[in-house]
């Protein structure tokens, strides 16, 4: 079953698919979180942090998003069939609130995704994982949408080739290089899925808006860290761009 365009995403580094599960299970899913971290949607006095985290379980609603039958065939055609490991749950929710100051956490980077000796994660020029974002909540322009740019995978591959860096060292390098780069923004309804490439260049944004933002940012991880020579999608999107 294909899901999604190929060609747009070895183009542009990231898919959209709408309605990966119907809304009312995205609005479900966020009815659980707010009960999760303590605050009402009806009470706007106990938002005063700019980022509040949740985590979201494999049960219920969380479950139906992991398994989504759509998902799961994008991903195949992405890192093809049996080249991901499948999620168990949907991980770490980062829930974003408005008026009141952003949080400093806001700079362009590609994720971490393989593991050191130390316990600690690293930004590497084979990466082992890629990003899966879901939407819980109504994101519109305004309300701290994941920023994208547009084709930065290509710049990332060139960037980080034969390297292994720490966050913050790869960061500044994947910005620089992608600098230029048109933006998109990780707009939509609940229960829209974002899947981005692992070099994909992105980064939070300011809330500008009035309501709360709910999406889940996970990493799925691929069974074989990613070559960029190999015959899978991820890897002839940056094949020729890699020097």
């Keep these: ?16 698919i ?11 899913a966020r009815e659980l979180l707010w ?14 942090e700019p980022v509040v985290w949740a985590m979201g379980d494999g049960r219920g609603p969380f479950g139906e998003i992991v398994g989504s039958a759509r998902v799961r065939a994008a991903l195949d055609q992405l890192a ?27 700079g362009w980077h590609i994720d ?13 020029g084979r990466p082992e994982t890629l990003l899966m974002l879901i939407l819980f909540s109504v994101v519109g322009p305004d309300d701290a949408p994941t920023r994208i740019r547009v084709g930065s995978h290509r710049d990332a591959a060139v960037a980080m080739a034969g390297k292994v860096l720490d966050p913050f060292e790869a960061g500044p390098l994947v910005d620089a290089a992608s600098e230029g780069r048109p933006v998109a923004y990780a707009t939509g309804l609940p229960g829209d899925v974002f899947l981005l490439h692992p070099f994909t ?20 991880f691929l069974t074989e860290p990613l070559d960029v020579a190999g015959a899978s999608v991820l890897a002839r999107a940056v094949q020729g761009r890699v020097i």
């Design 80 to 106: 093809g069939p049996g080249g991901w490991v499948p999620r168990e749950s949907v991980g770490m929710v980062p829930i974003r609130f408005p008026n009141v100051a952003p949080a400093d956490d806001r």
């Design 201 to 220: 260049v992105h980064a939070a944004d300011e809330h500008r808006g009035s309501e709360p933002r709910f999406m889940a940012q996970q990493p799925v």
């Design 112 to 124: 971490s995704s393989v593991a050191q000796p130390d316990g600690s994660w690293a930004a590497s």
């Design 1 to 16: 079953m294909d899901v999604i365009d190929i060609e747009r995403f070895m183009a542009e580094g990231f898919v959209k």
């Design 18 to 28: 709408e309605a990966a599960v119907p809304r009312e299970v995205g609005d479900q």
């Design 35 to 48: 009960r999760q971290i303590g605050l009402s949607p009806e009470d706007p006095s106990g938002w005063r």
